[in-house]
């Protein structure tokens, strides 16, 4: 439809840029997490 870009250019004018959060960058800090809440977990 039309409505799509019209609200899509008022959203994007209205707020400010999101900076990026590079979360691939801090893909091993996230598997060492999951790995160590995995390893005290009681439910296996």
Known sequence: TV???IITAYSL?????R???RLYE??????????NEYEKSTRR
């Open 3 to 5: 409505a799509l870009p």
């Open 13 to 17: 004018a209205r707020h400010e840029p």
């Open 26 to 35: 801090r893909r091993e800090e996230f598997m060492n997490l999951l790995k």
């Open 19 to 21: 900076e990026p959060k």
